[in-house]
Nanobody, 124 residues
Framework: QVQLVESGGGSVQAGGSLRLSCRAS??????VGWFRQAPGKEREFVAG????????LYADSVKGRFTISRDNAKNTVNLQMNSLNLEDTAVYYC???????????????????WGQGTQVTVSS
């Protein structure tokens, strides 16, 4: 089992920044992804990172604004979110997958473990 705990959500005005953190414990995972889900919408991929190499992947909607990074010593994955806009409002989830092979998955079904989610609200 992998336990994931998110932190750092909150409310911010458009153009502002927030930093989310996901602390992992328990079994080793190979990749961590951040997803988000807005009311009435499906859960969508935001960004992902591999623990071993630090390689990253971003959704087009957040490229150039969000940065995902991992701190192996702290078992933590951070998501720095800059230039936030109203469309970024959602519950953000951290997810982990323990499979060895394959890319950074962008579909939620590929991830075995999920955090409880943290709300991000961007206002005008």
């Amino acid at each position: 089992q992998v336990q994931l705990v998110e932190s750092g959500g909150g409310s911010v005005q458009a153009g502002g920044s927030l930093r989310l953190s996901c602390r992992a414990s328990g079994r080793t995972s190979s990749r961590v992804g951040w997803f988000r889900q807005a009311p009435g919408k499906e859960r969508e991929f935001v960004a992902g990172v591999r623990w071993s190499t630090g390689s990253t992947l971003y959704a087009d909607s957040v490229k150039g604004r969000f940065t995902i990074s991992r701190d192996n010593a702290k078992n933590t994955v951070n998501l720095q979110m800059n230039s936030l806009n109203l469309e970024d409002t959602a519950v953000y989830y951290c997810a982990a997958d323990s499979s060895t092979f394959g890319p950074i998955w962008t579909t939620p079904q590929k991830y075995n473990y999920w955090g409880q989610g943290t709300q991000v609200t961007v206002s005008s």
